[in-house]
T-cell receptor, first 113, second 114 residues
Framework: SAVISQKPSRDICQRGTSLTIQCQVDSQVTMMFWYRQQPGQSLTLIATANQGSEATYESGFVIDKFPISRPNLTFSTLTVSNMSPEDSSIYLC??????????FGPGTRLTVL | AQKITQTQPGMFVQEKEAVTLDCTYDTSDPSYGLFWYKQPSSGEMIFLIYQGSYDQQNATEGRYSLNFQKARKSANLVISASQLGDSAMYFCAILNNAGNMLTFGGGTRLMVKP
């Protein structure tokens, strides 16, 4: 496995503002993923971030709302832009290591007031 | 498109007993992977066990085993000798053939009684 960290671990934000979430892994990985887990719900894939290329977004998620950076093989950021209370969720990054297995970071709990 | 169904929103089990969490799936991919994750109240997602669709034997990892029945498209998780620390949400997930799309079920909340 790998050590995956996320910052911040939690935040409370005002509507209309933006928050950037960082994901750091202690080894080089090709594929990194960002998920959203709304309260009481399962995980939904937002986008796949590969180093050196544009992120690939899933249906229902757009780059203007969730811009993603992937500057190197150990780091990625997800920004939640122009937030509304509906964006209150846990945001998780994951990395693919071996046997197609994804390992997750500890998550970022976001509350939008 | 892939789909995972977990029909048990909540389960109780007595400490030290075994419990089975149900998972059925639907996919048109010829090859796929099945996963179980545990999510305690802290929110982190902990990888438990993996089963490849062409694996001949059921996967086991310590107290976790995966009862894989390909013809029935089911991948149930069996936890033996339940412990209080096993109380958590459990998610079944399927990875597509391309290896870039992990689809999760709705989850089962397991509560272990002392």
């Amino acid at each position: 496995s790998a050590v995956i960290s996320q910052k911040p671990s939690r935040d409370i934000c005002q509507r209309g503002t933006s928050l950037t979430i960082q994901c750091q892994v202690d080894s080089q990985v090709t594929m990194m993923f960002w998920y959203r887990q709304q309260p009481g719900q399962s995980l939904t894939l937002i986008a796949t971030a590969n180093q050196g290329s544009e992120a690939t977004y899933e249906s229902g998620f757009v780059i203007d709302k969730f811009p993603i950076s992937r500057p190197n093989l150990t780091f990625s950021t997800l920004t939640v832009s122009n937030m509304s209370p509906e964006d209150s969720s846990i945001y998780l990054c994951s990395v693919e290591l071996s046997t197609d297995t994804q390992y997750f970071g500890p998550g970022t709990r976001l509350t939008v007031l | 498109a892939q789909k995972i169904t977990q029909t048990q929103p909540g389960m109780f089990v007595q400490e030290k007993e075994a419990v089975t969490l149900d998972c059925t799936y639907d996919t048109s991919d010829p090859s796929y992977g099945l996963f179980w994750y545990k999510q305690p109240s802290s929110g982190e997602m902990i990888f438990l066990i993996y089963q490849g669709s062409y694996d001949q034997q059921n996967a086991t990892e310590g107290r976790y085993s995966l009862n894989f029945q390909k013809a029935r498209k089911s991948a149930n998780l069996v936890i033996s000798a339940s412990q209080l620390g096993d109380s958590a949400m459990y998610f079944c997930a399927i990875l597509n053939n391309a290896g870039n799309m992990l689809t999760f079920g709705g989850g089962t909340r397991l509560m272990v009684k002392p």
